[in-house]
């Protein structure tokens, strides 16, 4: 069997505005970026998988139930699909708290390695886009490269493949490296 690429996407900060302090609860906060939909289509387009590898510590908190949080999700893959025609083929979410012994959180890798054996993923052609430098810290221990979005530096993320500042300059990046394949 083939082996697949994917594009994993972590899901507040980089498919949606993060709530700063706080959780994306219901659809009405749920706030697209607009340069988010391109990149995706294009991800899309190109043959890649695409998958959501998120922390999600407000379950655990007690901000919201995991129901919710699929109801949620269920919602946003329906926007998505009218928006582009695609949905996110999987999505992984961990839910435990931020603690020494957390198992799933980023920067452990657990999210993408359980996807990269679910979809048979050949990680060293896989990229996970994200806005954090656990996001990059999760992606190099599972052998994906990373694309990190944000105001940061290389010595931020030294690991990143690259630093850009939004996602029109992340989808830039794919299109070039991609497109030399």
């Not at 498919?15 to 906060?29: D, F, H, K």
């Not at 510590?57 to 582009?84: N, P, R, Y």
Request: aromatic share 12%; proline share 5%.
């Amino acid at each position: 069997m083939e082996r697949c690429r994917i594009v994993f996407f972590d899901r507040d900060g980089v498919v949606n505005r993060r709530i700063e302090g706080g959780y994306v609860r219901l659809p009405e906060e749920f706030v697209f970026y607009e340069e988010f939909f391109p990149l995706f289509v294009w991800v899309k387009n190109a043959g890649y998988r695409a998958i959501i590898v998120s922390n999600q510590q407000g379950v655990a908190k007690g901000f919201m139930t995991e129901q919710e949080l699929w109801a949620l999700t269920e919602w946003m893959q329906s926007q998505i699909e009218h928006h582009t025609g695609y949905r996110f083929d999987d999505v992984y979410y961990c839910t435990e708290p931020d603690t020494p012994h957390a198992q799933c959180r980023k920067p452990r890798p657990t999210m993408l390695l359980e996807a990269l054996a679910k979809w048979n993923g050949d990680a060293s052609n896989s990229w996970m886009i994200g806005d954090m430098p656990s996001d990059v810290e999760a992606a190099t221990r599972a052998g994906v490269h990373a694309i990190l979005v944000g105001n940061y530096t290389r010595s931020d993320a030294p690991t990143a493949y690259a630093i850009v500042p939004d996602l029109s300059a992340c989808l830039a990046v794919l299109q070039q490296v991609i497109g030399l394949q």
